[in-house]
């Protein structure tokens, strides 16, 4: 799968993830509207309402785009009824054979990760048959709990041809709470970024591993150092444009071959038309303005990287 | 809702949490039998099955325990279906006046903790109207990203008058990768255990805060130092039985007042019918077995915390 990603991102020239983070506040009124009159104003209405988006999106930006990244935790603020849509977002994105990131960053000791990695990248035995959870063809994972609640899902990556991206230095403010803290002198995401290259060799790809690493895009500094201590490992980089990340700033965390890494934007490709500069597209066209903002990030990262 | 916890914990006498963390091989034959009857070999009949067995353990004991702690896991890995088991579960067992522990350890940037804090503790706005997504009354969240991402929960707790538990030191054996380093002469546990001790000051109930700490018992001397370190701290103890904690080690997680902790058993009560100790009781006296086995854990407690 990664090897299926980094093709991807060579055909399209777009090493870009489009985060599929919905709010009720970016979905257009026209599409409330309609799936309220459906499903009334309930979490099923909602829920329906925030699917729909998605699929705008999906329609409107998957022939220029490798992967979309939807994260969990704007489904599960519907409840069940925001998990099927989650569910119906990653279905409806492998359709259209885009690669999908599940941002769940779940993080269990082994039994329980066992479960989480059966559920989301996976199958689940019912008697004698077998069942996919959710699907993904990545999960992102958190690292507080040590290797055994990381080798559950390395082992069901192997099985499924899957991959996952760890957590090491996040793009929020406070990551350097704990990430930040100096043990003899590096920095615990330097030893955590260690230990997911030496786990990353177990599951090689052609060129980068299925293990893979979340580096932040607000700290540039970092990911030049990570990407030197870890040249086999795949970045996933959260936190370009509405977070502040900048694209001259993100072309250290690419390898020399202007590969190694996908950059995510999540409000600023799937809410563009609450930005003045694609203003003009309106509510209507919401899903024209984001195929525009995915081109334009585009250029940009690409202007970035050959400049180099 | 600390508060009710220790009310409640006071009235049982049993600091004891059972963790409904269902495997379909815990779930007796006839019950999966009649699942499967009616929904298929599936993951809809899995979950019901997963489903019917909690119903049947929540009967069995929730007059002589205080709280249930579901592992989302355990249900993702059925998918969408499994989280409606997930769901159903929650809502019956407040039915039944328990207090429920989501076991979900979500952890992200600060407006995703928000979504995740929304729909696990918090309402969802939906045009006009407010509606709970899961509703249970404590979740489990990871503090890698540090303050940011555990805020907006405290923030939604403050207003639902609800609380979390934060992972400070795990149960499980590769805990110590990086929460056992050292900085500065400390663990990063203990820089970690502080922080949560601090953050807890924000939300305080009579004598503890609705900001606990994930302290596992199978790291006694641990337990010890953090019960020192935290005084105002409730903890949350997984690991007893099956993974290893015993009793006696466990006096030390408590305060003086016999407060302070619940100590959670998850296959030790959910599945006793398949130990040889309960094995009289027989696949279809499942229920009454994990009662049994909430009282022996109860006696065993107690004479360990009064014998100190």
């Not at 990244?69 to 409840?79: H, L, N, R, T, V």
Request: include cysteine; proline fraction near 3%.
């Amino acid at each position: 799968m990664i090897n299926k990603m980094i093709d991807k991102i060579k055909k399209t020239e777009a090493p870009i993830v489009v985060g599929l983070d919905p709010m009720l506040d970016y979905v257009p009124e026209h599409i409330k509207k309609s799936a309220y009159k459906e499903f009334g104003e309930t979490m099923e209405g909602a829920a329906n309402a925030i699917w729909q988006f998605n699929k705008g999106i999906i329609d409107s930006t998957y022939d220029i785009i490798p992967a979309v990244k939807p994260q969990i935790a704007m489904y599960e603020q519907f409840g069940v009824e925001g998990v099927k849509a989650y569910y119906k977002t990653i279905q409806y994105a492998k359709e259209k054979d885009l690669v999908v990131i599940g941002d769940v960053k779940r993080g269990d000791i082994a039994s329980t990760q066992e479960a989480y990695a059966i559920g989301h990248l996976g199958k689940t035995q019912v008697g004698e048959k077998f069942y996919y959870g959710f699907d993904e063809d990545f999960a992102t994972v958190n690292p507080y709990m040590g290797y055994d609640s990381i080798s559950p899902f390395i082992d069901v990556c192997k099985k499924e041809n899957k991959g996952i991206f760890i957590l090491v230095k996040t793009s929020n403010k406070s990551s350097g709470d704990f990430q930040d803290l100096k043990v003899n002198e590096k920095y615990l995401y330097e030893i955590v970024g260690e230990k997911v290259a030496k786990w990353g060799e177990e599951h090689m790809g052609s060129d980068y591993s299925y293990v893979g690493a979340v580096v932040g895009a607000t700290y540039p500094e970092v990911g030049k150092v990570m990407r030197e201590l870890m040249p086999k490992t795949f970045f996933l980089v959260p936190g370009y444009g509405a977070q502040g990340g900048k694209a001259e700033d993100l072309v250290n965390y690419f390898s020399k071959d202007g590969q190694g890494a996908i950059v995510n934007s999540s409000r600023g490709i799937i809410a563009a038309y609450k930005m003045e500069k694609y203003s003009s597209f309106g509510e209507a066209g919401y899903a024209e303005a984001s195929r525009q903002a995915v081109l334009d990030m585009k250029l940009e990262l690409n202007k970035a990287i050959s400049a180099r």
